[in-house]
């Protein structure tokens, strides 16, 4: 079982109403529209049936792509996906460095391209969205030297690895955990959930793993002890609880508040966050 298979998947069968908007929101807006201009597509003319703009991304920078990006891979469309990370992109030297890969799959996705073969890169993806959201939020709110997210740059070494896939499931449960935060769970959602992603192609022992974190009580002070003493980490694991849910009742805003107090982010990086992801509040 592969964690970031699961996370492109959550990403590929839409957390909620907003999430994949502010994902979008998250790398620039409008920029994906030029990004499609000037590839000749855009997200409107694609749909979920293949070709287009979002498959070729998703071909030519993610889906089939293994091991870390050659560096400068995808030209011009690199330097745009760097720019589109703001003070993240430049801050890890640009495009020779960023996750490239995963970063195509997860617009390519986002424009309606890419398919299962693409969920673990698509999930990469994500966190490097994470990770530039904690670390533009954490210099944006004064920080003057916070340290490259894991994410953001592709894995070189199996250490790095491994502390990719503990942070990617740490998102993971996190993104679960909001999802309760408004109440229980019931078994219809749950086999509704279970049922997109399988259609999505993720095997028995992934949809296992995911019913069992479905099906368990909330786990918010483990997320909290899991981060404590890493202020990027926790910045990510709050942006993930943002796309996870709407955010549109009560108990999901006091929930985020919890976690925030808990986490050690500070109201202004809070606020950061929900800036850079579109996010209104009354």
Do not use: C, W
């Not at 910045?235 to 925030?260: F, G, P």
């Amino acid at each position: 079982m592969n964690i970031r298979d699961l996370l492109g998947a959550m990403v590929q069968s839409g957390m909620s109403a907003s999430s994949n908007e502010r994902i979008k929101n998250s790398l620039g807006g409008g920029m994906l529209d030029n990004l499609g201009n000037m590839l000749g597509g855009s997200s409107g003319q694609t749909g979920g049936g293949g070709g287009g703009i979002g498959d070729l991304l998703s071909s030519v920078l993610g889906g089939g792509q293994k091991g870390p990006a050659a560096p400068g891979s995808g030209g011009g469309l690199g330097d745009l996906l760097s720019n589109m990370l703001g003070s993240a992109g430049q801050a890890v030297g640009g495009n020779r460095n960023i996750a490239i890969g995963g970063l195509g799959a997860l617009i390519g996705s986002l424009l309606g391209g890419g398919g299962k073969s693409v969920g673990g890169a698509v999930g990469g993806g994500l966190m490097a969205v994470l990770a530039s959201l904690a670390f533009n939020a954490l210099k944006g709110s004064g920080q003057k030297n916070p340290s490259i997210p894991v994410g953001l740059l592709e894995p070189q070494t199996e250490m790095e690895q491994l502390q990719m896939e503990q942070s990617s499931e740490l998102v993971l449960r996190a993104m679960i955990n909001a999802t309760k935060s408004d109440g229980e769970i019931d078994q219809n959602e749950i086999d509704r959930m279970l049922g997109k992603i399988s259609e999505i192609g993720i095997d028995e022992e992934g949809r296992d793993y995911l019913r069992t974190q479905l099906q368990q009580p909330m786990e918010t002070e483990a997320l909290i002890a899991a981060a404590q003493g890493q202020p990027e980490l926790a910045a990510q694991i709050y942006a993930a609880s943002l796309l996870a849910i709407e955010v549109d009742t009560q108990a999901e805003k006091d929930y985020l508040e919890r976690l925030a107090q808990g986490l050690g982010l500070t109201p202004e990086i809070t606020r950061r966050i929900q800036e850079l992801v579109g996010l209104q509040q009354a």
